[in-house]
Protein backbone atom coordinates (compact mmCIF):
# COMPACT_ATOMS: atom_id res chain seq x y z
CA UNK A 1 0.00 0.00 0.00
CA UNK A 2 1.59 3.36 -0.93
CA UNK A 3 2.23 5.81 1.99
CA UNK A 4 0.19 8.45 2.61
CA UNK A 5 1.81 11.52 2.22
CA UNK A 6 -1.20 14.05 2.76
CA UNK A 7 -1.55 14.21 6.50
CA UNK A 8 -0.10 17.32 7.64
CA UNK A 9 1.01 18.65 3.98
CA UNK A 10 -1.05 21.52 3.66
CA UNK A 11 0.95 24.21 5.72
CA UNK A 12 3.99 23.07 3.97
CA UNK A 13 2.71 22.95 0.26
CA UNK A 14 -0.15 25.65 0.11
CA UNK A 15 -0.09 29.20 1.24
CA UNK A 16 -2.65 30.56 3.61
CA UNK A 17 -4.20 33.63 2.25
CA UNK A 18 -3.48 36.52 4.58
CA UNK A 19 -7.13 37.93 5.08
CA UNK A 20 -8.74 34.70 4.69
CA UNK A 21 -12.26 34.68 6.16
CA UNK A 22 -12.18 33.12 10.07
CA UNK A 23 -13.90 34.13 13.30
CA UNK A 24 -11.32 36.70 13.64
CA UNK A 25 -11.86 38.63 10.29
CA UNK A 26 -15.35 37.90 9.46
CA UNK A 27 -18.31 39.52 12.14
CA UNK A 28 -20.73 36.99 11.03
CA UNK A 29 -18.39 34.14 11.19
CA UNK A 30 -17.57 35.61 14.83
CA UNK A 31 -20.98 35.74 15.91
CA UNK A 32 -20.98 32.04 15.38
CA UNK A 33 -18.47 30.95 17.40
CA UNK A 34 -18.76 33.75 19.98
CA UNK A 35 -17.85 32.32 23.77
CA UNK A 36 -16.69 35.92 25.07
CA UNK A 37 -14.23 35.71 27.39
CA UNK A 38 -13.80 38.32 30.03
CA UNK A 39 -11.27 40.19 29.54
CA UNK A 40 -9.45 42.94 31.62
CA UNK A 41 -9.54 46.19 29.33
CA UNK A 42 -12.32 47.59 29.23
CA UNK A 43 -11.84 50.55 27.41
CA UNK A 44 -10.53 50.60 23.68
CA UNK A 45 -9.30 53.09 21.08
CA UNK A 46 -9.27 52.45 17.62
CA UNK A 47 -7.18 53.38 15.36
CA UNK A 48 -8.20 52.33 11.81
CA UNK A 49 -10.36 49.52 10.33
CA UNK A 50 -10.39 46.50 8.96
CA UNK A 51 -10.71 43.59 8.44
CA UNK A 52 -14.35 44.21 9.58
CA UNK A 53 -15.88 47.21 9.26
CA UNK A 54 -15.42 50.24 11.66
CA UNK A 55 -19.40 50.13 12.22
CA UNK A 56 -19.22 45.76 12.76
CA UNK A 57 -16.71 46.27 15.17
CA UNK A 58 -18.12 49.15 17.41
CA UNK A 59 -21.42 46.63 17.83
CA UNK A 60 -19.42 43.36 18.42
CA UNK A 61 -17.35 45.38 21.06
CA UNK A 62 -20.54 46.68 22.54
CA UNK A 63 -22.05 43.15 22.57
CA UNK A 64 -18.95 42.33 24.59
CA UNK A 65 -19.70 44.83 27.13
CA UNK A 66 -16.32 47.15 25.95
CA UNK A 67 -16.63 51.04 25.00
CA UNK A 68 -14.88 51.32 21.99
CA UNK A 69 -13.34 55.29 20.85
CA UNK A 70 -12.07 56.06 17.50
CA UNK A 71 -9.21 58.24 17.24
CA UNK A 72 -10.76 59.14 14.22
CA UNK A 73 -14.25 61.25 15.77
CA UNK A 74 -12.31 63.21 17.92
CA UNK A 75 -10.40 65.71 17.78
CA UNK A 76 -6.75 65.02 20.17
CA UNK A 77 -8.23 67.34 23.14
CA UNK A 78 -11.37 65.90 23.58
CA UNK A 79 -10.75 62.67 22.62
CA UNK A 80 -7.83 62.70 25.64
CA UNK A 81 -10.63 63.69 27.79
CA UNK A 82 -12.66 61.39 27.24
CA UNK A 83 -9.87 58.95 27.91
CA UNK A 84 -9.09 60.11 30.95
CA UNK A 85 -12.23 59.89 32.15
CA UNK A 86 -12.93 56.51 31.18
CA UNK A 87 -9.30 55.20 32.78
CA UNK A 88 -10.57 56.19 36.03
CA UNK A 89 -12.03 53.24 36.28
CA UNK A 90 -10.77 51.13 33.17
CA UNK A 91 -7.45 49.97 31.58
CA UNK A 92 -7.00 50.76 27.80
CA UNK A 93 -6.32 48.56 24.85
CA UNK A 94 -4.91 49.46 21.42
CA UNK A 95 -6.84 48.41 18.17
CA UNK A 96 -5.31 49.38 15.34
CA UNK A 97 -7.00 48.31 11.73
CA UNK A 98 -5.62 47.54 8.28
CA UNK A 99 -6.83 50.56 6.52
CA UNK A 100 -7.26 54.00 7.76
CA UNK A 101 -4.65 54.48 9.84
CA UNK A 102 -2.16 57.78 10.02
CA UNK A 103 1.55 57.64 10.42
CA UNK A 104 1.22 60.68 13.15
CA UNK A 105 -1.95 58.61 14.95
CA UNK A 106 1.07 55.51 15.99
CA UNK A 107 3.47 58.13 17.01
CA UNK A 108 1.40 59.89 19.16
CA UNK A 109 0.31 57.11 20.86
CA UNK A 110 3.60 56.19 20.98
CA UNK A 111 4.54 59.20 22.89
CA UNK A 112 1.43 59.24 25.15
CA UNK A 113 2.19 56.33 26.74
CA UNK A 114 5.80 56.30 27.75
CA UNK A 115 6.37 54.89 31.21
CA UNK A 116 3.06 52.28 30.52
CA UNK A 117 2.55 49.27 29.39
CA UNK A 118 1.43 49.49 26.00
CA UNK A 119 0.04 46.93 23.62
CA UNK A 120 -1.43 47.36 19.95
CA UNK A 121 -3.19 44.43 19.20
CA UNK A 122 -5.08 43.86 15.44
CA UNK A 123 -8.43 43.27 15.57
CA UNK A 124 -7.33 39.58 14.52
CA UNK A 125 -5.63 39.95 17.71
CA UNK A 126 -8.28 41.31 20.11
CA UNK A 127 -10.75 39.25 18.92
CA UNK A 128 -9.02 36.54 19.08
CA UNK A 129 -8.83 37.13 23.28
CA UNK A 130 -12.34 37.58 22.99
CA UNK A 131 -13.03 34.39 21.74
CA UNK A 132 -10.11 32.32 23.62
CA UNK A 133 -9.51 34.21 26.50
CA UNK A 134 -5.98 34.05 25.63
CA UNK A 135 -3.69 37.15 25.43
CA UNK A 136 -1.76 37.05 22.18
CA UNK A 137 1.04 39.06 24.07
CA UNK A 138 1.22 35.68 26.73
CA UNK A 139 2.55 33.82 24.10
CA UNK A 140 5.38 35.60 23.53
CA UNK A 141 7.51 37.42 20.65
CA UNK A 142 6.43 34.46 17.71
CA UNK A 143 3.12 34.54 18.11
CA UNK A 144 2.68 38.07 18.44
CA UNK A 145 4.83 38.63 15.45
CA UNK A 146 3.01 36.11 13.50
CA UNK A 147 -0.37 38.10 13.73
CA UNK A 148 1.23 41.10 12.32
CA UNK A 149 2.36 39.75 9.23
CA UNK A 150 0.79 41.28 6.45
CA UNK A 151 -0.58 43.70 8.69
CA UNK A 152 0.66 47.21 7.62
CA UNK A 153 -0.41 49.18 10.32
CA UNK A 154 1.52 46.56 12.69
CA UNK A 155 4.95 45.97 10.49
CA UNK A 156 5.16 49.93 10.97
CA UNK A 157 4.65 49.34 14.71
CA UNK A 158 7.69 46.90 14.41
CA UNK A 159 9.80 48.90 12.42
CA UNK A 160 9.77 51.94 14.71
CA UNK A 161 9.37 50.66 17.85
CA UNK A 162 11.14 46.97 17.62
CA UNK A 163 10.19 45.66 20.78
CA UNK A 164 6.42 46.49 20.83
CA UNK A 165 5.87 42.21 21.14
CA UNK A 166 7.20 42.91 24.78
CA UNK A 167 4.38 45.52 25.51
CA UNK A 168 6.86 47.40 27.92
CA UNK A 169 7.21 51.50 27.19
CA UNK A 170 8.47 51.29 30.75
CA UNK A 171 11.46 52.71 29.53
CA UNK A 172 11.45 55.76 27.84
CA UNK A 173 14.54 55.44 26.02
CA UNK A 174 13.03 52.67 24.31
CA UNK A 175 10.97 55.10 22.44
CA UNK A 176 12.69 58.20 22.49
CA UNK A 177 15.83 56.38 20.91
CA UNK A 178 13.51 54.60 18.20
CA UNK A 179 13.45 55.80 14.30
CA UNK A 180 10.79 57.72 15.19
CA UNK A 181 12.73 60.29 16.67
CA UNK A 182 15.71 59.63 14.81
CA UNK A 183 14.63 60.86 11.23
CA UNK A 184 17.84 62.13 10.26
CA UNK A 185 20.08 59.14 10.96
CA UNK A 186 17.41 56.98 8.83
CA UNK A 187 17.73 54.97 5.56
CA UNK A 188 16.32 57.87 3.03
CA UNK A 189 18.72 60.05 4.56
CA UNK A 190 21.39 57.54 4.19
CA UNK A 191 20.98 57.02 0.30
CA UNK A 192 20.81 60.90 -0.33
CA UNK A 193 17.05 61.73 0.26
CA UNK A 194 17.03 65.31 2.20
CA UNK A 195 14.40 67.85 2.18
CA UNK A 196 13.82 71.27 3.41
CA UNK A 197 15.66 74.44 3.68
CA UNK A 198 19.31 72.62 2.87
CA UNK A 199 17.68 69.48 0.91
CA UNK A 200 17.98 68.40 -2.35
CA UNK A 201 16.11 69.62 -5.69
CA UNK A 202 13.58 67.15 -6.81
CA UNK A 203 14.87 65.31 -9.49
CA UNK A 204 18.31 64.10 -6.72
CA UNK A 205 15.27 63.02 -4.02
CA UNK A 206 13.15 61.39 -6.27
CA UNK A 207 16.19 60.04 -7.74
CA UNK A 208 17.71 58.55 -4.20
CA UNK A 209 13.51 57.20 -3.63
CA UNK A 210 13.64 55.20 -6.49
CA UNK A 211 17.10 53.85 -5.80
CA UNK A 212 15.71 52.86 -2.16
CA UNK A 213 13.00 50.94 -4.12
CA UNK A 214 15.01 49.26 -6.61
CA UNK A 215 18.55 48.21 -4.64
CA UNK A 216 19.47 45.36 -3.05
CA UNK A 217 19.82 46.90 0.53
CA UNK A 218 21.72 44.66 2.15
CA UNK A 219 24.33 44.66 -0.31
CA UNK A 220 24.93 48.47 -0.36
CA UNK A 221 27.26 50.30 1.40
CA UNK A 222 26.10 53.04 3.54
CA UNK A 223 28.02 55.83 5.07
CA UNK A 224 25.60 54.98 8.05
CA UNK A 225 25.71 51.13 9.46
CA UNK A 226 22.20 49.53 9.58
CA UNK A 227 21.67 45.57 10.58
CA UNK A 228 20.79 43.16 7.45
CA UNK A 229 18.01 42.70 9.51
CA UNK A 230 16.87 45.94 9.74
CA UNK A 231 17.51 46.37 6.03
CA UNK A 232 15.59 43.09 4.85
CA UNK A 233 12.47 44.43 6.86
CA UNK A 234 12.32 46.66 4.23
CA UNK A 235 11.09 43.61 1.64
CA UNK A 236 12.01 42.94 -1.70
CA UNK A 237 13.72 45.72 -4.37
CA UNK A 238 10.59 47.28 -5.84
CA UNK A 239 8.10 45.22 -4.01
CA UNK A 240 4.93 46.10 -2.81
CA UNK A 241 6.21 45.66 1.18
CA UNK A 242 9.45 48.15 -0.12
CA UNK A 243 7.57 50.79 -1.40
CA UNK A 244 4.58 50.92 1.97
CA UNK A 245 8.01 50.98 3.83
CA UNK A 246 8.91 54.16 1.87
CA UNK A 247 5.52 55.47 1.89
CA UNK A 248 4.91 55.26 5.30
CA UNK A 249 7.96 57.07 6.33
CA UNK A 250 7.55 59.95 4.24
CA UNK A 251 4.12 60.05 5.54
CA UNK A 252 5.02 59.69 9.13
CA UNK A 253 7.96 62.35 8.80
CA UNK A 254 5.12 64.74 7.04
CA UNK A 255 2.68 64.01 9.65
CA UNK A 256 4.90 64.75 12.45
CA UNK A 257 6.49 68.04 11.31
CA UNK A 258 2.54 69.51 10.64
CA UNK A 259 1.66 68.50 14.06
CA UNK A 260 5.02 70.79 15.18
CA UNK A 261 3.16 74.26 13.46
CA UNK A 262 2.97 76.79 14.06
CA UNK A 263 5.91 76.56 16.75
CA UNK A 264 8.24 75.28 14.37
CA UNK A 265 8.23 76.12 10.65
CA UNK A 266 9.55 73.85 8.51
CA UNK A 267 7.43 74.49 5.52
CA UNK A 268 9.63 73.73 2.67
CA UNK A 269 10.01 70.47 3.99
CA UNK A 270 6.75 69.41 4.51
CA UNK A 271 6.06 71.00 0.39
CA UNK A 272 8.97 68.40 -0.67
CA UNK A 273 7.36 65.50 1.36
CA UNK A 274 4.05 65.79 0.28
CA UNK A 275 5.41 66.54 -3.15
CA UNK A 276 7.31 63.61 -2.78
CA UNK A 277 4.74 61.64 -1.59
CA UNK A 278 2.33 62.26 -4.47
CA UNK A 279 5.13 61.50 -7.11
CA UNK A 280 5.50 58.12 -5.67
CA UNK A 281 2.00 57.32 -5.68
CA UNK A 282 1.55 58.41 -9.70
CA UNK A 283 4.35 56.69 -10.18
CA UNK A 284 5.20 53.35 -8.45
CA UNK A 285 1.22 53.04 -6.77
CA UNK A 286 -0.91 50.43 -8.09
CA UNK A 287 -4.74 50.33 -6.66
CA UNK A 288 -4.32 45.96 -6.64
CA UNK A 289 -0.92 46.62 -3.83
CA UNK A 290 -2.09 44.52 -0.49
CA UNK A 291 -1.87 48.13 1.25
CA UNK A 292 -3.72 51.22 1.56
CA UNK A 293 -1.57 54.58 0.49
CA UNK A 294 -0.68 56.32 3.69
CA UNK A 295 -1.87 60.11 4.43
CA UNK A 296 -0.20 63.04 5.60
CA UNK A 297 -3.14 64.63 6.66
CA UNK A 298 -3.64 65.65 10.51
CA UNK A 299 -6.76 65.76 12.25
Same mark, same amino acid.
Given at each position: MAADTTSNSFHQTREIPVQGYSPVSCAALFASFARRQEVTNSVLLSVGHGPISEHEFQRIMKESGLTLFSHGLFGDEEL???LKRALRRHDLAHVIGRDGWEPGQLVGVFKANQGKTLKFYSQEMFLTLLLTGIDPFE???ETVERFALGHS &????????????YSADASD???LNGSRIDRLETGLLKAAGYSVGESGKPYVARRRALKFVYDADLPNVSFSHRFSEQYLRSWGPPASSSRLRKIANSIAMFCSEAKRKLPQNRPLKAIAHWDSDLLWLKNELYDSD??? &??PNSAIE
Open positions: LSLLGR &ALEFVSEMWPEWAQTMPF &AW
